[in-house]
């Protein structure tokens, strides 16, 4: 049974960094992708940064240059560093595992969610 446990969220004043951790247990092959994504009150849902199998991460716009994945195959883990951590930056942020080939953008590809880790941004 494939598991995916995210830790590492908490309360940041803006400007101030996180590290969000995936951990990840009972895979039987390589996921196509691992993503995180995030969902703040009111809103979609929306992609945050993804990378693939082959390890080439994409970001999202608004976190461009602030925020970094990256994975470590070793300890079925990715990670999410957040520098520069804005008050819009504020949402519930999942990981999830994809087996599917295709756009690590598509969120129906995912087929493995975690529980999810709150981040709170103050101003």
């Known amino acids: 049974q494939v598991q995916l446990v995210e830790s590492g969220g908490g309360s940041v004043q803006a400007g101030g960094s996180l590290r969000l951790s995936c951990a990840g247990s009972?895979?039987?092959?390589?996921?196509?992708?691992m993503g995180w994504f995030r969902q703040a009150p009111g809103k979609e849902r929306e992609g945050v940064a993804v990378i693939t199998g082959a390890g080439i991460s994409f970001y999202a716009d608004s976190v461009k240059g602030r925020f970094t994945i990256s994975q470590d195959n070793a300890k079925n883990t990715v990670y999410l560093q957040m520098n520069s951590l804005k008050p819009e930056d504020a949402a519930m942020y999942y990981c999830a595992a994809s087996t599917q080939v295709g756009s690590c953008w598509r969120e129906s590809n995912y087929a493995y969610w975690g529980q999810g880790t709150q981040v709170t941004v103050s101003s």
């Open positions: 009972g895979f039987t092959y390589r996921s196509q992708c």
